[in-house]
C-alpha cells in the first residue's frame, strides 16, 4: 500500500524568504506525485504534477518540486515567498495506471511580513 | 472548459438527521468521481470513488453512503447523522486513463453535526 509523510505540519516563514515543504512517500511500484494547495474555505487546486520525464517540475507562480526515486521525497520549494502563498499544502502520491490519490495530512504555510 | 459544483456550501444538521450532499461535473463525459471528507488537522480521507453511473467503491466503514444516479452527478448521503460526521466535503473528478490520477476539486461542503 502506499503512504505520504509530510512531517512539517506547519511551517512560518517571513515574506520574500525561500521555503521548502516536505514530502515523501512509500510505495513499491512507479508512481505519479503531486502537489495540491488548499486556500482557505476552498477546494483543493492542483499546484504541479511529476508523472514521468524530467524529475524538476515548476508551477506558474513559482514553485517546483523535485521527484527523487531514491530518497522517496518529493519534496515543494520556493526560493521567494509572498504572503499570499499563506495556504495549506497537500502532497499526493498514486500508482501509475492506478485512479486513487493518497494524500498527506498537509503543511500549513504560514507567511509574515 | 469542465467546472465541478457541489452544495450546499454550508450545512449545519441535529444529530440523527439525514444527509444530501451533491456534486455535479460538467464539461467532460464518463469521468471518474470522488468523495472526499477532511476533518481538522486529519488531511484528506477518500470515502467513495466511482468510475462509472452505478459503480461505487466505498474506501472506509462508515455511517455515509454514496450514489451515482447520472453520469456527471454524485451524491453522499447518510439516512443518520452523527457528531463524528462533522467536517468539510469535497467532491473531485478525473478524466479517468486518459489524464491518469490529475484530480480536480469542487469548492467542498462544510458540514457542522450538533
Known amino acids: 500500500a502506499q503512504s505520504v509523510t509530510q512531517l512539517d505540519s506547519q511551517v512560518p516563514v517571513f515574506e520574500e524568504a525561500p521555503v521548502e515543504l516536505r514530502c515523501n512517500y512509500s510505495?513499491?511500484?512507479?508512481?505519479?506525485l503531486f502537489w495540491y494547495v488548499q486556500y482557505p474555505n476552498q477546494g483543493l487546486q492542483l499546484l504541479l504534477k511529476?508523472?514521468?520525464?524530467?524529475?524538476l517540475v515548476e508551477s506558474i507562480n513559482g514553485f517546483e518540486a523535485e521527484f527523487n526515486k531514491s530518497q522517496t521525497s518529493f519534496h515543494l520549494r520556493k526560493p521567494s515567498v509572498h504572503i499570499s502563498d499563506t495556504a495549506e499544502y497537500f502532497c499526493?502520491?498514486?500508482?501509475?495506471?492506478?485512479?486513487?490519490?493518497?494524500f498527506g495530512t498537509g503543511t500549513r504555510l504560514l507567511v509574515s511580513p | 472548459s469542465q467546472t465541478i459544483h457541489q452544495w450546499p456550501a454550508t450545512l449545519v444538521q441535529p444529530v440523527g438527521s439525514p444527509l444530501s450532499l451533491e456534486c455535479t461535473v460538467e464539461?467532460?463525459?464518463?469521468?471518474?468521481l470522488y468523495w472526499y471528507r477532511q476533518a481538522a488537522g486529519r488531511g484528506l480521507q477518500l470515502l467513495f470513488y466511482?468510475?462509472?453511473?452505478?459503480?461505487i467503491s466505498s474506501e472506509v466503514p462508515q455511517n455515509l453512503s454514496a450514489s451515482r444516479p447520472q453520469d456527471r452527478q454524485f451524491i453522499l448521503s447518510s439516512k443518520k447523522l452523527l457528531l463524528s460526521d462533522s467536517g468539510f466535503y469535497l467532491c473531485?473528478?478525473?478524466?479517468?486513463?486518459?489524464?491518469?490520477?490529475?484530480?480536480?476539486f469542487g469548492p467542498g461542503t462544510r458540514l457542522t453535526v450538533l
Open positions: 466511482s468510475v462509472g453511473i452505478g459503480q
Open positions: 464539461g467532460t463525459s464518463n469521468p471518474n
Open positions: 510505495s513499491s511500484v512507479s508512481v505519479y
Open positions: 511529476y508523472l514521468s520525464g524530467s524529475t
Open positions: 473531485a473528478w478525473s478524466a479517468g486513463l486518459a489524464a491518469p490520477n490529475e484530480q480536480f
Open positions: 499526493a502520491v498514486a500508482n501509475t495506471g492506478f485512479q486513487k490519490l493518497v
